[in-house]
Structures are given as C-alpha cells and as structure tokens.
C-alpha cells in the first residue's frame, strides 16, 4: 500500500471518457509521490505534538520531584510528610489541557479561513512553544504550570483541527484516509515518545527537576520543525483556489500528484474544486452570519451533529483512561507503572499503522464497526476481573487477575488504534463541504475536546466511588458509538470530498453508500448548488471555463469511473 512503485490506473474512466476528455492524459500515477509522502511525514507532526503533550503528563504525577513541587503535603501520622495529588489538583492539571485545545480548535477556524492553513500551523507552533516556557519555569505553584498547560493546549487544539484539514485538501482521493490516519498514527508516536522519556528520565533524575523539564523541553523539537517546515510546502489547493490564485492550486495538486497538468486526475480535481466555489465569492456574511448559514444549509445540521458526537465517542472509547491515569491504574497490580505505560504505548503506536492500511482496503464503516465490538469485549472482561477478582487492598493477593488487566489493556489499544483512534479524524476531515469545513471541523473537534477535558477531570473521583466498574460505562459507550456509524456514516473509501458532499446532500443511505455511484461532475454541482452547500452559483459553461482555465465541462458519463487501486509494477 505504501510503496512508491504502487500505481493507480485509468483504465475504466478512459474507457468512459467524453469528447471533451479526448486529449486527456490517462497514464498510471503513483499511489504515493514523494510530496505525498513528504506532506504525510511532516503535517502529521501536529499529531505528535498533540499526543507527545498529553502523553506526557501520566508520568509526571508519579514523579517524586514534581510531586515536591505542585502535590499536596500531609502528615502520615508519624512525622513524615508525604506529597500527594488530591482529585481535584490532578484534574485540573490534567484536564486544563484540553480546555486550551477547546478553545484554540474553535479560534483556529476563523484565522484559517482569513490567512491561510499553512500559516496558521506556524503561528499555532510558536503558541504551543510559549506554553512550554510557562511550564519549565514554574517553581512551586501548581497554577503556573495548570496556565503552561492551558496556553500550550490552546496550540494543540489549533493544530488538531488545522493539520487534518489541511491533510484533506491537499491530498489524492485514493489515499486520503491514510494520510489523515497518519495524524492519529503521529499522536501515538507522541504519547509513546513521552512514556519512553518519562521512564528514562524517571530512572536517571527521579529526585531532580530534570526529570519533568527535560521531557517538556524535548517538545520544542517537535513545535520548531513543523513551524517552520510547513513554510517549504505550498497552500492547499481549495483554499488557493478560493483566493483567486489557480494555476497554484493547478500546481500543487500536479506536485502532490505526480501529475502532469492535462491528466485526468487533474482535470476532475480543478473541476470539482471549481464548481464549489464561485458562490463564496458572491454571498458575503459576517462570522455569526456564517455560522447561521451553515447550520440553516441543508444536511449541515445533520453533518454537524455527526460530527460532534463521532468526537464525543473516540474519547468515550475510553482509552484515555489508560493513557492519562495507566500510570496510577497499574500501581495496583504491582508492575512498574512507567513500564506498563511504555508497553501500552509501545502497542498502540505499532499497530496505528494497521489502522492505515485497514481505512483505505476495508473502508471507514466497517473498520469502526467492528473495533466497536472489539472494545466493548475487552473493557466487559477488564470491568469484570479488576471489580470482582482484583483483591483492589493487597493486590499482590492476586497476581493472576493483575495480569489479566494488563492483557485486555493492551488488547483494547489494538483495537483503538487500528479503528477508532486514526479513523475518526479521517471522517471528520472529509464530511463537509469546503465552503464550510473550517467552522464545521472545529465544531466537531472541540467536541472531541470537552470530552476529553470531563474524562480527564473526573476520573479520579469516578475511579475512587465506584473503582474497576467504570470500564462498564465505556463498555456501553463503544456500543452506542458502533451503532451511530452503522445507522448514520457515509463510506467515504475512494470518493472524491465532492462526491462524499453529494451523497449526503441526496440523503444516500449510510447502509447503501460504500456501493453508490455518483453522477457526472456537472451534475454534482447542480445538486449542490440547489442544496447550497456549494460554492457555485453560476450555471454556464463558458463562466466554468473562464473561472477554472479552461477545466470546466466535466465528463458526462456515470462515474463508475473511479480511478482504480491497483498494483502495477
């Protein structure tokens, strides 16, 4: 799947080709470029930031020198004093991250829109960069390092919606899933990255300030190379497109591609991307006029919808419970809690990349469907053995069931990370049409991000009524989000953004999606236009051709005329 030397071929839309696609060029592209590849590696390192910031912070509450510093003191009886996190002081510290990313996901949308995708990951680094300043300094007060973590999450949430939607609007249909995917798979990398320095620097410099201020400083590797390595790539094709400049947008998909510009490929991309577009430019509204729009545009309240509660489900998965808390949860079973961390971690980086050859091979409704099954089994058998076999007091009475939690741990992050953990974000970026995708994206992102805030901030108090059974709640929770997919997703594997926009505004069945077939380009563009989710507003030929130099005028035959996927060497 990810080889250089994997072609897409032509041949059926070669065969299905108009007058007009006569001098077109039909030659086999490769299924990845080297710019292709290149955008995948560096853009995704937004999800490592994101996953290298959360991740790092299981380890800190156990670490001996930041527990001196922003824990609790209390007298054990004898004189001791010993330093502890209460709920409420480890919630917020935990859980003021996601508030920031809240909030920075929401921001971003507007400044997106206004300056530029490749812009705004640069200025949302140096932001991500400060909060890292904040934290190293702090001394003894436990707000100063709750605000470094709110002011680097403002970042985080900004380059959560950011670098997903630049992923989707630059990127080959036919490989789409994939490289969003790999913005989960580079979060995965992060926590793994952090509970990997967390367990080094816990061994070497445990009582030192270095143990916690080495691994946050380590993150200004990250926020340094993608500020300044997104500037050596081009704006993404729709929105230099919306900006007037289209023989950049030409250009970059040609780049991207692997393309020449009379290719096929080309010609359906600078026509799809065309016929969303001139309404924007005719219909102006204010920010709060925008919003109003979307919502009252058909099928968006729908998508919308969607949209926040496939986020609100990825975090009620429950895998952050193990990935902020594992640290604390495995103490009870008497192996190390860094360790275990790092073989969670290990787990769930490693297999992410099963997740991107399942999205584009298997499709996006299946894959969820099926991991959601997957979870719920492990977090019954995980609620059931910590709750009714686990001596909770003295667990080495029970080495046995200790083991059993470590297993189905990792068993449920096999799960997460091939299904929900990548996927998600793969849906979220390619649901909505371009005219809205900024303002609809942050949506549904900070939806992902309350939640991940309530899981963070109540945990511990949860965890402390009611122990092991919480898993319980997640159980039903993975079984609600399956059935969500199945009754109201779209199967977006192989489709253009345009057509996933279409099959939506036709009200497609979710069950009959993966076997729609989508009408010619023009024909899309009338549907979307009488739905106004589209940015066209024109209806002639000619104002096509002029807009879009001379692309416009699509094929007019049915489109069973997706590129294939196969393998040619």
Known sequence: MFGFNNRVTFDNVREARTEKERDLDYSPLPRVSGRSFAMGLLVSMGGLIFGYDTGQISGFLEMPDFLHRFGEASDDGTGNITYSFSPVRSGVIVGLLSIGTLIGALVAAPIADKIGRRFSVSIWCVVVSVGFIIQIASQHAYAQIVVGRFVAGLGVGALSLLVPMYQAETAPPWIRGALVCAYQLFI????????????????????????????????????????????????TPRFAYRQGRVDEARRTLMRVYAAPENHWAIHVQMEEIESKFRAESQVKTSFVGGYVEMFRAPRMGYRIALGVALQMFQQLTGANYFFYYGTTVFQSVQISSFITQVILNTINFGVTFIGLYLVEHYGRRKSLIVGSVWMFICFLIFASVGHFLLDIATPANTPTAGIVLIVFAS???????????????????????SKYRARAMALATASNWIWNFLIAFFTPFITKDIDFRYGYVFAATNVVGGLIVYFFCMEGQGRTLEEIDTMYVQRVSPRKSEKWVPPPPEEMARIRREAGTADDVGDTSETNTAASGGVAGGPQQKRSDEPSHEHVV
């Not at 061994?203 to 190379?225: E, Q």
């Not at 068993?411 to 049409?433: D, N, Q, R, S």
């Open 411 to 433: 068993v449920f992050v096999l799960g997460f990370a091939t299904t929900w953990g990548p996927m998600i974000w793969t849906l979220i970026a390619e649901i909505y049409p």
């Open 188 to 235: 995965t990398l992060g926590i793994f990255l952090a509970a990997v320095f967390n367990l080094g620097t816990y061994d070497h410099l445990a009582d030192s300030s270095a143990s916690w201020r080495i691994v946050i400083g380590i993150g200004w590797v990250f926020t340094i190379g993608l500020g300044l390595g997104i500037l050596l790539f081009s704006e």
